[in-house]
C-alpha cells in the first residue's frame, strides 16, 4: 500500500458515506451555519474591499479562481454565485460526485487531481482558494507551494495555529484513538513557517482574520448559535480571539 493510499485524509474522504453526510456534519444545524456564513462573511469582504455594494452578492465576474480541496463545493458555489469562473480540484471523486449534484453552473469545472501536483500552468488563475485542506495533506509545502505557482495574485487558505488550545491537539488525538478507528490526526502549523512558506514562494500575507476562540467541536456539542455569537463577542472584546483563534483565514498576494 502506497503512503497516499496509507494516509487518512484519502481514505476518509473517499469513503461515500462520509462525502454524503460531510455537508450536515460540518455545516448543519444553526451553529454550522453561523460558521459557515462568518467564514463568508470574511472572506468575500476582503476580496471585495473598494468595490460598489449595490447587490446582495457582489460581483466576481472575471475572476478565474481555483478552489483545491473543494470537496462538497463549500466555498466553490459562493464563488460561483458572485460570478467567478471556478475550477473544483479535489483527490476525492466521491465528495466531487456531491458538489457535481448541487449545480449545473457553467462556470464550474470540476477535476479530481492531488494538491501535490496541480496539473495548470503557472499563474493561470487570478486566485487560489483553499479551504480545511492544509492541515490535512502529507506534505503542506508542497502543496502550499502548489497554490502559490497556479496564482497569478491572490492565495487564500486557513489552517489551525499552533497556539490556545489546539496546542493540546496531538494528545487530543491520542486519547480519540482509543475510542475511534479513523481518527483525523490534523496538523497545526507555526505561523512563521508559514510566512516563510509563503515568501519564498514570491507571497506576503495581506490580511489576516482570527476565527473563533473556543474550538468549533465545543459550539457543535452546545449546539446554540446563540450562546456562540455572545461567547465570541466576549471573547474578542478582550483580545483573546486576535491572540488564539482558530481557524485562521490568510490573504496573500504574488509580490509585484
Same mark, same amino acid.
Given at each position: ?42 472572506? +468575500? ?79 493561470? +488563475? ?111 472584546? &478582550?483580545? &483573546? ?9 490568510? +490573504? ?5
Amino acid at each position: 500500500m502506497t503512503e497516499t493510499e496509507e494516509h487518512y485524509s484519502y481514505r476518509v474522504y473517499s469513503d461515500p458515506k462520509t462525502a454524503r453526510e460531510f455537508d450536515a456534519d460540518r455545516f448543519g444545524g444553526p451553529v454550522g451555519n453561523l460558521i459557515r456564513t462568518t467564514q463568508e462573511n470574511v472572506v +468575500f469582504s476582503m476580496l471585495l474591499r473598494g468595490r460598489p455594494q449595490g447587490s446582495p452578492l457582489p460581483d466576481l465576474k472575471g475572476w478565474k479562481v481555483i478552489d483545491v480541496g473543494a470537496g462538497t463545493g463549500r466555498f466553490s458555489i459562493p464563488l460561483l454565485d458572485r460570478g467567478a469562473q471556478v475550477t473544483a480540484c479535489d483527490a476525492s471523486q466521491q465528495m466531487l460526485d456531491v458538489l457535481r449534484k448541487k449545480t449545473n453552473n457553467p462556470n464550474l469545472r470540476i477535476v479530481v487531481v492531488d494538491a501535490h501536483r496541480l496539473e495548470f500552468p503557472d499563474q493561470s +488563475f487570478d486566485c487560489a482558494f483553499s479551504f480545511r485542506m492544509l492541515l490535512h495533506v502529507i506534505d503542506w509545502r508542497k502543496a502550499l507551494g502548489e497554490l502559490c505557482r497556479v496564482s497569478a495574485d491572490w492565495v487564500v487558505f486557513d489552517l489551525p495555529p499552533r497556539h490556545g488550545f489546539l496546542v493540546f491537539a496531538p494528545f487530543w488525538h491520542k486519547i480519540k484513538k482509543l475510542f475511534v478507528s479513523n481518527v483525523q490526526e490534523y496538523r497545526t502549523f507555526p505561523m512563521k513557517e508559514v510566512r516563510e512558506e509563503l515568501k519564498k514562494n514570491g507571497f506576503h500575507i495581506v490580511s489576516s482574520d482570527p476565527g473563533f476562540y473556543l474550538p468549533l467541536s465545543f459550539y457543535r456539542f452546545i449546539g446554540s448559535a446563540g450562546f456562540m455569537k455572545i461567547l465570541e463577542r466576549f471573547f474578542s472584546a &478582550l483580545g &483573546l480571539t486576535r491572540l488564539a483563534g482558530s481557524p485562521v483565514t490568510l +490573504f496573500a498576494r504574488r509580490k509585484k
